[in-house]
């Protein structure tokens, strides 16, 4: 039987649109789908690697790593007004191609967290820095600064907090507008926290130790005016066994309780590792644990493992779902 040319090339590529798009999370469908490839509008996978996440004006903005294979290239920032479908904003903050620059090509910029400061109008992002072609000797908190929140950030500057190494790290803005850098030193052996100057560019000398126990890539929320901390232990790229640990006060003392993972693979966070907890605006105790799962041979093909935080007789609990949607904080 004889087909004609406009009728085959169409068959053809509807075969490999579906080839294509088999188990990836497209930008029309609302649902979260762990571990499997997200692409942004454009049909491109979004490239957002140890990221958070910044809620203001009704929309959310995603900032993350943008990743080759190995290298660093730079802060991403996508947007969404649902959380499901993501609008590729660009670069928020680029590397520079001055080679004296601290965050020049060959340089590492990591963890990208950004808030905002209603006094002075900034959007201020921190990030753990390493200087370009030094390996992770720096262990540097790196600085930024824009008026929009989609950037472009401007660099201002990198230190170590109070004198300590400063590598995996996150802020939290509490009820006050007070925020908090949280952060590891001294080789990953310590997690610390530091209050931040009122424009939030700084480090004040409020710096405590939380605890000694090699932990990184820490994520905090708070509920029912309990603090939740938790951590993934220090194996390089590979997954592990992550740690949760409350307190009344972001200073401390920090109880260590049970791991809220539940589920295959629970022992080694599904494969992941956090990078941050998400509050859901407008749903009361609706929280997102945010984790990246690692690919150390191709940076840019890690994925993203979201899902829901639950709370059974008063604890977190975090159970894989293949997939989800935000239906079920109303259950």
Same mark, same amino acid.
């Given at each position: 039987?004889?087909?004609?040319?406009?009728?085959?090339?169409? $068959?053809?590529?509807?075969?490999?649109?579906?080839?294509?798009?088999?188990?990836?999370?497209?930008?029309?469908?609302?649902?979260?789908?762990?571990?499997?490839?997200?692409?942004?509008?454009?049909?491109?996978?979004?490239?957002?690697?140890?990221?958070?996440?910044?809620?203001?004006?009704?929309?959310?903005?995603? #900032?993350?790593?943008?990743?080759?294979?190995?290298?660093?290239?730079?802060? $991403?920032?996508?947007?969404?007004?649902?959380?499901?479908?993501?609008?590729?904003?660009?670069?928020?903050? $680029?590397?520079?191609?001055?080679?004296?620059?601290?965050?020049?090509?060959? /340089?590492?910029?990591?963890?990208?967290?950004?808030?905002?400061? $209603?006094?002075?109008?900034?959007?201020?992002?921190?990030?753990?820095?390493?200087?370009?072609?030094?390996? #992770?000797?720096?262990?540097?908190? /790196?600085?930024?600064?824009?008026?929009?929140?989609?950037?472009?950030?401007?660099?201002?500057?990198?230190?170590?907090?109070?004198?300590?190494?400063?590598?995996?790290?996150?802020?939290?803005?509490?009820?006050?507008?007070?925020?908090?850098?949280?952060?590891?030193?001294?080789?990953?052996?310590?997690?610390?926290?530091?209050?931040?100057?009122?424009?939030?560019?700084?480090?004040?000398?409020?710096?405590?130790?939380?605890?000694?126990?090699?932990?990184?890539?820490?994520?905090?929320?708070?509920?029912?005016?309990?603090?939740?901390?938790?951590?993934?232990?220090?194996?390089?790229?590979?997954?592990?066994?992550?740690?949760?640990?409350?307190?009344?006060?972001?200073?401390?003392?920090?109880?260590?309780?049970?791991?809220?993972?539940?589920?295959?693979?629970?022992?080694?966070?599904?494969?992941?590792?956090?990078? #941050?907890?998400?509050?859901?605006?407008?749903?009361?105790?609706?929280?997102?644990?945010?984790? !990246?799962?690692?690919?150390?041979?191709?940076?840019? !093909?890690?994925? #993203?493992?979201?899902?829901?935080?639950?709370?059974?007789?008063?604890?977190?609990?975090?159970?894989?779902?293949d997939a989800w949607n935000l239906d079920?904080?109303?259950?």
């Amino acid at each position: 039987m004889r087909v004609s040319a406009n009728v085959l090339l169409l $068959a053809m590529s509807f075969f490999l649109g579906c080839q294509t798009q088999k188990g990836n999370i497209s930008n029309k469908e609302k649902a979260f789908k762990p571990g499997s490839i997200w692409n942004d509008n454009n049909g491109e996978v979004i490239n957002a690697h140890g990221g958070g996440i910044l809620y203001i004006n009704k929309t959310y903005y995603w #900032y993350g790593e943008k990743r080759g294979k190995s290298a660093s290239e730079g802060v $991403a920032v996508y947007s969404s007004k649902d959380l499901y479908r993501w609008k590729n904003e660009g670069i928020a903050l $680029a590397k520079s191609n001055d080679r004296n620059s601290e965050i020049a090509v060959g /340089g590492l910029v990591e963890r990208p967290k950004v808030i905002y400061n $209603a006094k002075t109008k900034k959007y201020v992002m921190w990030f753990h820095l390493e200087l370009p072609n030094k390996g #992770y000797s720096a262990a540097r908190a /790196g600085v930024a600064v824009s008026d929009k929140a989609t950037g472009p950030f401007v660099y201002l500057k990198s230190f170590r907090p109070n004198g300590h190494m400063s590598r995996d790290m996150t802020l939290y803005v509490d009820d006050d507008a007070t925020a908090y850098h949280i952060y590891s030193a001294r080789e990953n052996y310590d997690l610390r926290i530091t209050k931040l100057t009122d424009d939030y560019l700084s480090a004040t000398t409020e710096d405590t130790l939380l605890f000694s126990s090699h932990r990184e890539a820490p994520a905090v929320f708070k509920k029912d005016g309990l603090y939740y901390l938790i951590t993934s232990g220090c194996t390089g790229w590979a997954p592990n066994k992550a740690s949760l640990h409350t307190s009344t006060s972001l200073f401390g003392p920090w109880k260590l309780v049970e791991d809220p993972m539940n589920g295959p693979l629970a022992e080694k966070t599904f494969n992941g590792q956090s990078t #941050y907890i998400l509050p859901i605006a407008g749903k009361k105790d609706a929280f997102v644990f945010m984790a !990246d799962k690692w690919n150390p041979k191709d940076l840019k !093909d890690s994925r #993203y493992l979201w899902l829901p935080i639950q709370f059974k007789d008063g604890k977190p609990l975090i159970t894989w779902q293949d997939a989800w949607n935000l239906d079920a904080f109303n259950q």
